[in-house]
């Protein structure tokens, strides 16, 4: 009688797992060992790369609707993040996409909090209180003081963010 074909333990266990990770897939891709092999590979470096990706993804989803909503309430995104940052506000961004979403009163207060905190930063210089100019290009400019030379300097009111815009814009029609 011909000797029965003996199978290594070692080689079997490993055929199981790449046949398993290939499970699924179509063509001989699922039951070739050596195209599955190949196929399995290439699925568990595209797993690594998307894992990281996916990351990447959920950030810019959460910048996304954190900038809707704060547009909603007059403000970039820009300007919303440097006004929390201004008023020491430690909520990152998945927190403030979910409270975007899901609670828009409790985002409103953070609005607010980030727009006085914007406000604040350039209220002690008297920013708002100076007066506006216009150039002969009709660029609307205003003084600034600077509080460590003592020096007045020239800044174009475009410079500035939208809600100390319209603070100033309200000071000047009254």
């Not at 990447?56 to 007059?74: F, T």
Request: charged share 35%; hydrophobic share 35%; with cysteine.
């Amino acid at each position: 009688p011909p000797p029965c074909a003996r199978t290594n333990n070692r080689e079997a266990m490993k055929r199981d797992k790449v046949f398993a990770i290939t499970k699924g897939f179509r063509g001989r891709s699922k039951n070739c060992f050596r195209i599955a092999h190949r196929a399995a590979e290439k699925a568990l470096q595209h797993e690594y790369v998307d894992r990281k990706l996916r990351k990447r993804d959920m950030r810019s989803l959460w910048i996304e609707r954190i900038n809707a909503g704060a547009r909603e309430h007059g403000l970039r995104y820009s300007d919303f993040i440097h006004g929390l940052k201004l008023a020491n506000v430690e909520l990152d961004r998945k927190v403030l996409a979910d409270i975007c979403v899901t609670e828009p009163p409790a985002f409103q207060q953070v609005c607010i909090t980030s727009r006085e905190a914007l406000i604040a930063k350039y209220a002690p210089d008297g920013l708002i209180q100076r007066p506006v100019v216009e150039d002969e290009k009709g660029t609307l400019l205003i003084h600034k003081l600077d509080m460590n030379t003592g020096e007045e300097q020239i800044m174009d009111l475009d410079e500035l963010p939208p809600p100390v815009q319209e603070v100033i814009n309200r000071r000047r029609e009254q």
